[in-house]
């Protein structure tokens, strides 16, 4: 597949009727232009590892650059990706680490579901562990020690950015923003890795501002890393900010270093076939 024929996949990607069946739109607002690649880094991210010939053939064929890479964690039943940081780092991905904490179920869209993924092996992942009765600073904190010795077992690097993943919800529940908050809290603490957040659109704004807070808190002047799943509402990563963050900043002025636009899209490169969420970033290995 030829350079052009990439990026014109990847474009056609983005493109407003995938997008509007992939992710809820605001009948109030018009989505958003797809982003420059010129100026954008595109990446991809699935729950389950494709394999290393997979990953092998995509860099050598797709138009992406990095990859999503999950750590195990409550609400990642699978753990095909442990022990392939090296073996990805090789071939030239760059890595999104992930960690998906405990979720609010209960406050979940209607049609939202929780399907336990299978690993590479197409064998049944572990049992879903996370529960909205695990919603707590305390628990935060102990996920945030988890998400350490997994990424350290890994050999991830020092100040590597750990993305706490937290699913859409139709509001924030204050249990939910304690649990970010301990997590968030007690990683910065540990001081080996650095917090960042995955939210959708809807709930980033509220759940970014307890980042900068407790970043705020510890002196820290560095801005903390922004994934958003949105189809709309957010400035992708690589363009100006449409109003400059104010402190302490509001999400929808805070330009997200990821953004990621279409969910669950199947695409073909190096006669390799995956399912895959499209995203993309304002560096070539959004965990560093």
């Known amino acids: 597949m030829s350079a052009r024929t990439a990026r014109a996949a990847v474009l056609a990607a983005f493109s407003p009727p995938l997008v509007a069946g992939a992710l809820a739109l605001s009948p109030a607002r018009a989505p958003a232009p797809p982003p420059a690649l010129a100026d954008s880094v595109p990446g991809f991210d699935t729950r389950v590892y494709p394999g290393d010939g997979a990953m092998a053939r995509w860099k050598r064929a797709s138009p992406y650059r990095w990859v999503g890479y999950y750590l195990p964690a409550p609400c990642q039943t699978g753990t095909s990706w442990v022990g392939r940081r090296a073996a990805l780092r090789r071939m030239g991905w760059g890595l999104a680490v992930v960690f998906i904490g405990e979720q609010d179920w209960r406050a979940m869209p209607a049609d939202a579901s929780r399907r336990a993924p299978t690993d590479s092996a197409g064998r049944p992942g572990r049992p879903v562990r996370c529960t909205r009765a695990n919603l707590s600073a305390a628990r ?8 350490t010795r997994a990424a350290a077992a890994d050999g991830f690097p020092k100040g590597t950015v750990i993305y706490l ?6 509001s924030v529940s204050a249990p939910l923003e304690a649990y970010v908050r301990g997590w968030t809290a007690a990683l910065l603490d540990r001081g080996r890795y650095r917090p960042a957040l995955y939210a959708h659109g809807r709930n980033a704004e509220s759940l970014y501002g307890v980042l900068r807070t407790e970043y705020a808190r510890r002196g820290l002047k560095e ?5 958003v799943a949105s189809a709309q509402g ?9 109003n400059p963050p104010k402190d302490p900043p509001r999400a929808a002025s805070a330009r997200p270093n990821i953004w990621q636009r279409v969910l669950n899209t199947r695409q073909t490169f190096g006669g390799v076939t995956l399912t895959i969420d499209v995203n993309v970033a304002d ?5 560093e």
């Open 283 to 287: 560096r070539v290995s959004p965990s």
């Open 234 to 242: 957010v400035d992708p990563p690589g363009r100006p900010a449409k």
């Open 223 to 227: 801005r903390p890393r922004l994934w």
């Open 140 to 147: 935060g904190a102990a996920d945030a020690a988890e998400a």
């Open 165 to 170: 993943d937290v699913e859409r919800v139709d």
